[in-house]
């Protein structure tokens, strides 16, 4: 009888320690660290891509998620501060990235346009600004022989992920571009 008495005190034990890790455990010491969940990655993946990037135990993730009966993430880029507990990663995983409405009016520059992406969080002003002029890193037909994409880069409100990439920004900007302007030439 003692023994069975002390292996159900172990795992009670084991189930305690792991429901605070999964639910309470939310130090968020550190800097946020971010991750790119790409489309159509199953869990057990994600579980690893957090695990390396220092944010969670790629175990206890799987754990809690068999548990939970989570098997879908929203694909996107997030930023997770490191000791966040895992019961909040996969809420914040199955809700979406956080997004952030971005208003170009018209008439503003480029360096007007980097400095509202800069302020908002969204992407580094310095580096958004060295691709504008480099159209050569977007594939457009229509860009060819053009030096500079200013004036190429839409006015419009986007939604955009808290932090993308100054390439998907732009990337956004001349879609939208093509799209409504293009036809009218």
């Known amino acids: 009888m003692k023994p069975r008495y002390v292996m159900v005190l172990c795992w009670a034990w084991i189930l305690c320690v792991f429901l605070k890790m999964a639910f309470y455990e939310d130090l968020e010491k550190g800097e946020a660290r971010t ?8 869990v057990s993946q994600v579980a690893s891509l957090l695990e390396e990037e220092g944010i969670a135990s790629a175990h206890l993730f799987r754990l809690f998620v068999f548990f939970a009966q989570k098997e879908k993430v929203v694909a996107g880029r997030y930023r997770i501060p490191p000791g966040r507990s895992i019961y909040r990663i996969v809420r914040e995983l199955e809700s979406g990235p956080p997004q952030e409405k971005v208003t170009f009016p018209e008439g503003l520059t480029s360096a007007q346009m980097a400095q509202i992406l800069e302020e908002k969080g969204i992407c580094e002003s310095k580096e958004y600004l060295e691709l504008v002029a480099h159209p050569e890193a977007f594939r457009k037909e229509w860009l060819q022989g053009i030096s500079h994409l200013e ?3 839409f006015p419009d409100t986007y939604y955009l992920s808290v932090p993308s990439s100054p390439q998907e920004v732009i ?7 093509e799209k409504l302007i293009i036809p009218l030439y």
């Open 35 to 42: 991750v790119f969940i790409p489309k159509g990655v199953p």
């Open 171 to 177: 990337a956004m900007q001349l879609e939208q571009f």
């Open 151 to 153: 004036g190429f880069l």
